[in-house]
């Protein structure tokens, strides 16, 4: 409820996108990377004398908001969460591909090495049902956890498309995922996470993604396609997936220097990797994460920062 009067507000009162007095205003998600991303450009875009806010947004929203001229930038869309909704915008043209970063994505559960040795058969998704039990909690009964963010993939249409007694548990923040999985790895607890490819976790804990059968665009369209023929998501997350940056038409039109910087600012793995770090383990505010990550890599900065930009008064 108070999302939804959000965004109404926001809509009824926020800038008109054709006012060229308004600054670059940047979404700002839930997860570390894409925080401390979104931080780091923006400082770059302040150093090229643009003004820039920084708007908290809704992962599928956002794209809605994009063209509406309430958001202008969009650093890190994922393929695997994000797809379907990103298309929707980009064919009405309001939105506009800013390039890809240099990384192949994946986004599935995902267990500690350790649990293999409790439940063997793993990382195949047909030995979920048998180890149920080890997931499961006091107030289950016998039904399997799998901890998530607060996002809202089509994981529980692939639990009933691929009947597995397990349950999705969403945290109400990323890092309450984080903190749960910490402690499970202490005491050597079986627990089942929704991950992903790049971020923090992989440089500080050793696991494996299920492997639920391969994705395949049908598979979220298709009943007749797949192990169950009545139903959709019966298959795994793409395995290979994209991270992409989007920004509105308007700013592409009003603002090429900042679309040009946009272009430039590429990330590896490591990159994505060692900004979630920053907050997840090494303790920064995502403010300061932003300004030490830009202080360790000065070649990078100037690689990316357009040679030829003359902004005046923000634009």
Sequence with gaps: MIAALWWWLLCV?????????????????????????SYVTGNLLERLGFRVVYRPSDIYQQFFAMEKGLLHVQMEVWQGSMEQTLNLSLDSGLLVSAGYHDVK???????PDYVAELCPGLPDWRALNQCAKLFATEDSKGVGMVLMGPWTQHEDDKIRALNLNFKIVAALQPEAVWIE?????????PILVYNW???SIEHY???????????????HENPAWGINPTATYDCGNPSKGWIKKV?????????????????????????????????????????????????????????????????????
């Excluded at 590896?268 to 360790?296: H, N, P």
Aim: hydrophobic residues 40%; aromatic residues 10%.
């Design 197 to 199: 490819t790049p971020n």
């Design 205 to 219: 804990f050793s696991g494996s993604f299920i492997e639920f059968p391969a994705f395949e665009p049908e598979c």
């Design 13 to 37: 009162s926020g800038p008109h996108p054709n006012d060229e007095s308004q600054p670059v205003i940047l979404a700002e998600n839930t997860w570390s990377s894409q925080i401390v991303l």
């Design 105 to 111: 994505t994946r986004e599935e559960w995902w267990y």
């Design 247 to 315: 920004v509105s038409a308007e700013l592409v039109a009003r603002r090429p220097c900042a679309f040009n910087l946009i272009k430039n600012i590429v990330l590896t793995k490591d990159d994505f990797s060692s900004m979630a770090a920053l907050i997840d383990f090494e303790g920064y505010t995502k403010q300061d994460a932003a300004v030490e990550w830009l202080r360790r890599r000065p070649d990078r900065v100037a690689a990316w920062l357009p040679a030829d930009c003359e902004v005046v008064n923000g634009e």
């Design 181 to 189: 999985m910490a402690d499970a790895v202490q005491r050597r607890q």
